[in-house]
């Protein structure tokens, strides 16, 4: 059984998807430290000007070494309601806006407490979306309390995996020789940036995967449209 692991992100983009739909098991890892400037807060959607960022304003002062499920998002100004505006200035019009904008905006006027909870839902409405089914797994509710390549090892054990699948950048920083000791798989994530027509002349890659779903509907790019990835 192959498993991946990944931080949960903010209108995640389609490579996190695709990690999900690569596996047989996905956890969500929610009890590390939040980092600032990346992308469990953010992301970028397509306006006629280029991408822009969409930010979750979140409580970070005296609270460096908080963990994600730890995050609690800032609701002093209408933030929710801000993003709403940008993705419907954005995508209405698209082919397949009316069908996914309402459930979406549905969670954004929500009012959220826990940053981690809300990119769960969203996460949730978008493998519904595109259809995958991957079991998820919130790693805090496994206990494991080591650290580094080998917390990935011990969360694969726990859920019985005997592979685990990594993003490509994981062969910067993991300790390979350990999964060989431990007798699992270790895999590498291929995927390569599907191109498709946006509602803006010209192409940008790497948006939140709402993109995608507005533009192109329901059916996840299949590795012949990623450029063979």
Known sequence: MRAAIHQPQYLPWLGFLDKINSCDIFVILDDVQYKKREFQNRNRIRTPEGAIWVTVPVLTK????????????????????????????????????????PPLCGILSKKHEELCGLNIEIIRFLMDAFGIKTPLVISSSLGVESSKTRRLIDICRLVGADEYLSGAGGRDYMEED??????????????????????FEGFVSHLSSVDYLFNRGGTFPEASEQGGG
């Open 62 to 101: 005296g609270r460096y070494y908080q963990k994600i499920n730890e995050v609690i998002i800032d609701n002093s100004s209408a933030w929710g309601q801000e993003h709403i505006r940008s993705i419907e200035s954005s995508y209405r019009g698209s082919r397949y806006f009316d069908k996914y904008f």
């Open 178 to 199: 350990l999964f060989d000791e431990a007798g699992i798989r270790l895999s590498y994530q291929e995927f390569i940036h599907p191109e498709y027509e946006q509602k």
